[in-house]
């Protein structure tokens, strides 16, 4: 078994404001759509190397295309490798696009970038990619993850591609894995209670699942799961 209790918190919602909230939720969604983006988050649009790609060969940049104008530094976005090694150049911004010239050629491994970028409405985008090139994912048993009490199904405590299985009532939310290489998370979704990504390097992470309990609760649950290569 894997992973460290470290803490959890329950949000509890009573039955009738659901139902209120539901009846009127088409009026909402009718002022969502009219309010459209012009009070959305930046969001982006397209990745490239996409998440969780295992590419054939080393790209020679990384671009990102947002939803709306963008703004940042030469930090912007960050590249590393397995051993934290720096291995892009200074990032660039023109637009909705956000860019940075690999440095070198990649070789055979997992690697992920991390951009941190601000939308025209001030918020801060931040997000961690990862991908592979050529490398597959190796075998690896599949394991349980305890994290304050709850008990998550990981596929594998190794490197690559695993699904992370949510059990004890615990429905769709997501999940936050932060590795100390990076400042940003890999984000996980969970739909019908399953959620997949890519853990390029190996190390400890923070794992941070956020979930609703039997449609009525929300949980997060919070601690430590150590990641063979």
Do not use: C, N
Not at 82 to 109: C, D, F, N
Not at 192 to 214: E, H, I, K, Q
């Amino acid at each position: 078994m894997v992973g460290q209790d470290s803490g959890a918190a329950v949000r509890h919602y009573d039955r009738g404001v659901i139902r209120r909230a539901l009846a009127v939720l088409p009026v909402l969604l009718a002022g969502l759509a009219l309010a459209g983006a012009a009070h959305g988050h930046a969001g982006a649009a397209t990745l490239s190397p996409a998440a969780d790609q295992r590419l054939a060969g080393p790209p020679p940049m990384i671009r990102i295309v947002f939803s709306e104008r963008v703004s940042g530094g030469p930090t912007a976005l960050r590249l590393v490798d397995a051993a934290g090694r720096s291995r892009a150049g200074a990032a660039r911004i023109t637009g909705r696009e956000l860019t940075a010239q690999v440095t070198g050629t990649l070789g055979p491994g997992r690697y992920a970038y991390a951009y941190a970028v601000t939308g025209t409405d001030g918020h801060v985008i931040r997000r961690a990619v990862p991908f592979a090139v050529k490398v597959a994912t190796p075998a690896a048993a599949a394991t349980t993850v305890t994290l304050a009490g709850q008990r998550l199904r990981l596929s594998g405590a190794r490197v690559g591609v695993r699904t992370l299985a949510l059990w004890g009532g615990l429905e769709d939310g997501t999940a936050e894995w932060r590795h100390p290489l990076l400042d940003a998370p890999f984000a996980w979704t969970f739909v019908a209670g399953r959620a997949s990504g890519m853990l390029p390097f190996p190390g400890t992470y923070r794992l941070t699942v956020r979930a609703l309990v039997d449609g009525f609760s929300e949980r997060t649950v919070s601690g430590t799961v150590t990641i063979a290569g």
